[in-house]
């Protein structure tokens, strides 16, 4: 029964990716992607991976595609230009598919992870906590690992927020300096003498 699920949800997981990345329509390919997060958790649920599974979904599909979906629905991306495209450029996107098969296939073929090789998974007993395990993996053996990714990421958003935040060469306010601002800097008295306008030959010889 455990292999039926499980040839279930990798076709489901299958079919959902290839939509995701052949359907033209942005909204319905990210709905896509959230069914395919759902079955990769329900696959992680079956390795007894219960703590990813609910990051995943919590994460991914809680957080970061809700707020894809909003920004995809509030850009209104024109279709025009993408259905182009996706004809312009179908035979290399065939050929590069077709590469990345072979390499999973001479990869993760039967002959590297067939059941000879790599055994299926024991059953943990009841009192099992999979979030312990990942825990005592992350800060004993997988540590300096863990540590530098954090400080890339933390890298990341440091020069992301930099980028935003660079100086612009569009007009902008300063404020500090409007409020600073003195009457003798913006305007400026001019003396003019009271002149009389000059009539002319035309005007004296009517009067």
């Given at each position: 029964?455990e292999?039926?699920i499980?040839?279930?949800?990798?076709?489901?997981?299958?079919?959902?990716?290839?939509?995701?990345?052949?359907?033209?329509?942005?909204?319905?390919?990210?709905?896509?992607?959230?069914?395919?997060?759902?079955?990769?958790?329900?696959?992680?649920?079956?390795?007894?991976?219960?703590?990813?599974?609910?990051?995943?979904?919590?994460?991914?599909?809680?957080?970061?595609?809700?707020?894809?979906?909003?920004?995809?629905?509030?850009?209104?991306i024109?279709?025009?230009?993408?259905?182009?495209?996706?004809?312009?450029?179908?035979?290399?996107?065939?050929?590069?598919?077709?590469?990345?098969?072979?390499?999973?296939?001479?990869?993760?073929g039967?002959?590297?992870?067939?059941?000879?090789?790599?055994?299926?998974?024991?059953?943990?007993?009841?009192?099992?906590?999979?979030?312990?395990?990942?825990?005592?993996?992350?800060?004993?053996?997988?540590?300096?690992?863990?540590?530098?990714?954090?400080?890339?990421?933390?890298?990341?958003?440091?020069?992301?927020?930099?980028?935003?935040?660079?100086?612009?060469k569009?007009?902008?306010?300063?404020?500090?300096?409007?409020?600073?601002?003195?009457?003798?800097?913006?305007?400026?008295m001019?003396?003019?003498?009271?002149?009389?306008?000059?009539?002319?030959?035309?005007?004296?010889?009517?009067?």
């Amino acid at each position: 029964m455990e292999q039926i699920i499980f040839y279930c949800f990798a076709g489901l997981l299958l079919f959902a990716a290839s939509m995701v990345i052949t359907i033209r329509n942005p909204v319905r390919a990210a709905l896509f992607l959230i069914l395919a997060f759902f079955t990769s958790a329900g696959i992680w649920l079956l390795l007894e991976a219960e703590f990813l599974a609910m990051t995943l979904v919590l994460v991914y599909v809680g957080a970061v595609m809700v707020l894809f979906l909003f920004v995809v629905m509030m850009l209104d991306i024109d279709l025009a230009p993408l259905q182009e495209g996706f004809a312009k450029y179908l035979p290399l996107g065939i050929l590069v598919a077709a590469l990345i098969t072979i390499e999973m296939i001479a990869v993760l073929g039967a002959s590297h992870f067939g059941l000879e090789l790599v055994s299926a998974p024991i059953p943990h007993p009841a009192d099992y906590s999979n979030t312990k395990e990942i825990g005592l993996l992350l800060y004993t053996v997988y540590v300096y690992p863990f540590e530098i990714a954090s400080v890339i990421l933390t890298v990341a958003i440091v020069a992301a927020i930099t980028l935003t935040l660079r100086e612009k060469k569009s007009k902008s306010q300063n404020i500090s300096e409007q409020v600073k601002v003195r009457r003798e800097d913006r305007v400026r008295m001019v003396k003019m003498d009271a002149v009389k306008p000059e009539r002319n030959e035309h005007q004296e010889s009517k009067s």
